[in-house]
């Protein structure tokens, strides 16, 4: 059985909110908190499933508490084949629709770099944004959450990707 590990960064609790829904999905999956539980990037060797969770900020950077980490996986490289990876934050679509979940295609582009493959890829039909660094031939390399534009949908949007991830996966 694959050992999960849900890895999140989260400034305002929406990211973390997702987070522990997936953790509810996937039984028995660990829960780390990038402020609180993240030790290194020799944690992420501990899995063989890694769900990212970030939200975007600025100039559609990841969220601050992966910023050492980011780094850290930039500069040693360390080889993560074999690695499964997905991706999901927090995006407020309207307000910042400029760089829209952009922090997701900066953490896929690298995690991918790095050897891992990536699952999880959702539609953008349902959000309207002007432009994504996570969208991919119409789709997002994850997962994306706006509870500030539609909070009513995130459950939904969580259960429909994890189920989704499960298959992908074979888990």
């Not at 952009?102 to 039909?125: I, P, R």
């Amino acid at each position: 059985m694959s050992k999960v590990g849900i890895f999140f960064g989260s400034s305002s609790g929406v990211t973390r909110g997702a987070a522990e829904l997936l953790a509810d999905e996937f039984k028995g999956a660990e829960l780390i908190d990038m402020e609180e539980d993240y030790d290194g990037i020799d944690q992420f060797e501990d899995f063989d499933v890694l769900i990212l969770g970030s939200s975007t900020w600025g100039q559609g950077d990841p969220q601050r508490d992966w910023v050492d980490a980011l780094y850290e996986l930039d500069n040693e490289r360390p080889d993560m084949s074999g690695k499964k990876v997905a991706f999901f934050g927090a995006g407020d679509q309207k307000t910042h629709g400029e760089h829209f979940l952009s922090a997701l295609g900066k953490m896929h582009d690298l995690f991918v770099s790095l050897g891992a493959s990536a699952y999880g890829f959702t539609t953008t039909a349902g959000y309207e944004y002007d432009h994504s660094l996570a969208e991919r031939e119409g789709k997002f390399c994850g997962l994306g959450i706006d509870d500030v534009n539609q909070e009513d949908l995130t459950q939904e949007r969580v259960q429909t990707w994890a189920n989704q991830l499960k298959s992908e996966m074979g888990l």
